[in-house]
């Protein structure tokens, strides 16, 4: 038996990704020869490793395993690379780091920072992505590291990553200046049931909580805009035109708006993760000991 990397690497994609086409668009091929290289792999190993069921395919349970150690095997081979590249010398290479937005000016700009001087022949190329869409760039390989939060659902235990805790983030409310909530040490949240909110993209991470949350306090958040960008949240907070609830780490003094615990404390859990394996990467090791001295 004989497997080549190019084909492990398409069959973990469909793994990660679900379908053909999406593998396709991916490593920019047609669907058609995607599967054509999977039937080949199929050959080589001599084992079933896909199910049609119509138009559409699944991995079998040895499908699975394959595009599971496929993965791992990757990893060791960008890690031998990597060593072979830097003997007798500093470590070197491109590490991709994808954080949340609230953790890029916080973590990501003075970890990428320290290590440009202390390791320059390390390049930390950085992404801004959320929960819902880091974990699943890191199992298929698109990114080295993530800074994630491990309350988000999605990020359940996976033999293939490790998880590397960083700190704490605790959940604020954000008034406008002058605003009545303020004169409290901490704010009751169903003293706000009738504010205009501002609120994250429907789908992430902060939207679900400060849903739930309001909802657990008696009240329907209404919510009057929607913003991908806590800087804006901000600006719109700052113009008396809505109250929020932010990460503490979101927060820029540059803005005119007051800060408030929640009288019932809300944090989350700030965790670094990493496909297990890819840590023999002296580059990858690099940035999680700057993340975790951050």
Request: proline share 6%; with cysteine; glycine share 6%.
């Amino acid at each position: 038996m004989s497997l080549h990397p190019w084909r492990l690497r398409l069959l973990a994609d469909l793994a990660a990704l679900g379908t053909i086409r999406a593998v396709a668009a991916h490593e920019n091929l047609s669907p058609s020869a995607v599967s054509q290289q999977l039937s080949v792999l199929e050959r080589e190993t001599r084992t079933q490793l896909l199910e049609r069921t119509g138009r559409r395919v699944r991995l079998t349970t040895a499908g699975l395993i394959l595009a599971r150690r496929g993965r791992e095997i990757l990893d060791r081979m960008d890690a031998a690379e990597a060593e072979l590249r830097g003997l007798g010398a500093e470590p070197a290479g491109r590490v991709t780091l994808a954080v949340f937005q609230s953790a890029v000016h916080a973590l990501a700009v003075p970890v990428v920072s320290r290590i440009a001087r202390a390791h320059p022949d390390i390049e930390v190329v950085v992404f801004e992505l959320e929960p819902h869409d880091s974990m699943p760039a890191l199992r298929r390989g698109d990114v080295d590291v993530i800074v994630t939060t491990t309350d988000f659902v999605g990020t359940e235990l996976d033999p293939a990553v490790d998880l590397v805790p960083i700190g704490e983030d605790e959940i604020i409310m954000v008034l406008p200046p002058g605003h009545p909530a303020a004169a409290a040490e901490t704010v009751d949240l169903a003293t706000c049931a009738d504010q205009r909110w501002a609120f994250d993209v429907a789908g992430s991470y902060m939207a679900q909580l400060a849903t739930g949350l309001c909802r657990a306090a008696g009240f329907e958040p209404r919510i009057v805009c929607r913003l991908n960008n806590y800087l804006l949240t901000l600006q719109h907070v700052e113009a008396g035109l809505s109250v929020a609830m932010l990460p503490s780490l979101a927060i820029d003094p540059r803005f005119e708006v007051v800060t408030r615990p929640l009288r019932s404390p809300v944090s989350r859990r700030i965790t670094a993760a990493v496909r297990r394996h890819s840590t023999a990467r002296a580059a990858v090791a690099v940035v999680l000991d700057a993340l975790r001295a951050a």
